[in-house]
């Protein structure tokens, strides 16, 4: 069956993941709580916000993101991969609880949202976790996510900066000088945030692939005031359209997923037409740059599969550590035949954002950082084990590639490091012989307590 932002809650609930706390909160403090809670947050009530209550962090650790896709922690890449395998169309319903308070006209404002400010030096209160659709005439459906900055009752900024397929189709409707329509799906399953968060093909429907990780049809209903769906079993929708004005508001600055409070930006405003919600909603609290990192781990890593099988390299264990926000580094473990360490170096550093690639044998655990140091220190010789591929695609949130030296509208390219740290050819396996300490298996600790 399908599951829901609600059910996601009662599965960290059952873990012991999800602290609740009963007394009334002040939104002022809501992301100083989630930063310090070592679980995801639930508040019961909140202050001057009657009727509604708020989750946040839910995805700030891989145990809760392992949790959220039913997996053991070193699966959740596998697991992501699989879900792009058999793709489920999604299920049009008549009546969705998304929908059982509607406010159009008159009636919409945003101010009555309970969204907190998160950072220190955001431009105002922003929508993170959001699951935003769109359509265009010719590629169809389209879901990503996207931030929304507060600023009138009716109205946010939007962050349309990165290539995107929504920035793609708001492009070819400002070329016509009309708006794009869009609805903005808030409290949805990490599934769905995870399809969103996927760069699909630009003719690939994300429902279908949020369908294809649930193992059934994601049930979703006609907006009330534009021609888009959304998922029913949402918290809150906002429905409206990116006004053709191009990229001339000014948005930000916000706390970006790259761990860094980011600059002002250019660009469109989303003017609100219509505000759904359920009954009792459930305002989602995405804390970033930690929930939109583990997000990108499983779809960077399920890339660093792909791209090592189609380079016909065996791969054992995978990972995107969140200290490169899931996206700058890959870190893999592989069956080694002779040559492969460096073709699968090659294969890594193809996905897209990868700068930093690092491969091993199987008998290293990626997952210690310890046991991938050693690794790195004896199998490892700076001179004959790293590639360096220079004028990569790049990205402008990485200061190191200093952007700013290319003036507006100029694309960044940026070097790439991979690092061999397989057993090199023509050394003996044989040198690696790990210690082990006499006894044991047979003795046993609890036996002397
Ligand atoms: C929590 C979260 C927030 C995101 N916010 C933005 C954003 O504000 N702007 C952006 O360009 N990409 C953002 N992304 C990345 C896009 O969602 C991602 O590139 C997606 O594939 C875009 O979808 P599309 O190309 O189908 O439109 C975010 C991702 C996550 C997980």
């Known amino acids: 069956m399908k599951k829901s932002f609600r059910d996601f809650l009662a599965d960290l609930d059952g873990a012991g993941e999800l602290r609740r706390i009963k007394r009334a909160v002040d939104l002022r403090d809501v992301s100083a709580l989630v930063n310090q809670s070592p ?23 891989r145990k809760r993101l392992a949790l959220a896709m039913g997996c053991a922690e070193k699966d959740v890449a596998a697991r992501f991969e699989q879900g792009l395998g058999r793709l489920i169309e999604p299920v049009m319903v008549e009546a969705a609880p998304c929908q059982q308070v509607v406010r159009m006209g008159a009636d919409v404002d945003l101010a009555a949202i309970p969204y907190p400010l ?7 209160p922003y929508l993170s976790g959001t699951f935003v659709t769109s359509k265009d005439p010719e590629f169809g459906r389209n879901a990503g996510s996207y931030r929304l900055m507060y600023r009138t009752p009716n ?7 990165s290539p995107s397929d929504m920035r793609f189709y708001y492009q070819r409707q400002l070329d016509r000088g009309r708006p794009l329509e869009i609805a903005v799906a808030m409290g949805v399953h990490p599934y769905e945030m995870l399809a969103a968060s996927y760069k699909a093909p630009i003719d ?60 002002v930006k250019w660009n469109p405003i989303f003017r609100v037409k219509c505000i759904t919600h359920r009954i009792d909603p459930i305002f989602y609290f995405l804390q970033m740059p930690w929930e939109n990192d583990w997000l990108a781990a499983p779809v960077t890593e399920a890339a660093g599969l792909r791209a090592l099988r189609n380079a016909s390299v065996q ?26 360490g460096k073709n699968a170096l090659l294969a890594l550093l193809s996905v897209s ?35 360096i591929v220079q004028g990569a695609r790049g990205k402008h949130i990485d200061p190191s590639i200093k952007a700013w030296e290319l003036g507006k509208g100029g694309l960044p390219t940026t070097a790439k490091l991979g690092i061999d740290a397989t057993i090199p050819e023509g050394v003996p396996k044989q040198l690696y012989k790990r210690i082990q300490y006499y006894g044991k298996g047979r003795v046993k600790l609890e036996d002397y307590l």
């Open 353 to 387: 954002e990868v700068k930093l690639a690092i491969v091993t044998d199987e008998d290293i655990d990626i997952y210690n950082p310890d046991d991938l140091d050693w690794a790195l220190t004896f199998r490892v010789q700076a001179d004959r084990d790293t590639i």
């Open 39 to 61: 679980q995801a947050m639930f508040f019961e009530e909140l202050k001057d916000y009657p009727g509604w209550r708020l989750a946040g962090g839910l995805i700030g650790t």
């Open 204 to 263: 690939m429907d994300e429902y279908t692939v949020a369908g294809s990780l649930h193992g059934a049809p994601v049930p979703i209903v006609k907006c009330k005031t534009v021609d888009l769906e959304v998922p029913a079993d949402a918290e809150l929708v906002l429905e409206g359209e990116l006004l053709p004005i191009g990229w001339t508001a000014d948005e930000g600055p916000f706390g970006e997923f790259s761990q860094i409070s980011g600059d």
């Open 118 to 124: 998160m950072h220190l030096f955001d431009g105002g």
């Open 155 to 161: 109205e946010t900024g939007i962050d349309l900066v």
């Open 315 to 340: 791969p054992v264990a995978i990972r995107a550590p969140v200290g490169s926000c899931g996206y700058w580094t890959l870190i893999a473990s592989i069956k080694k035949r002779p040559g492969e």
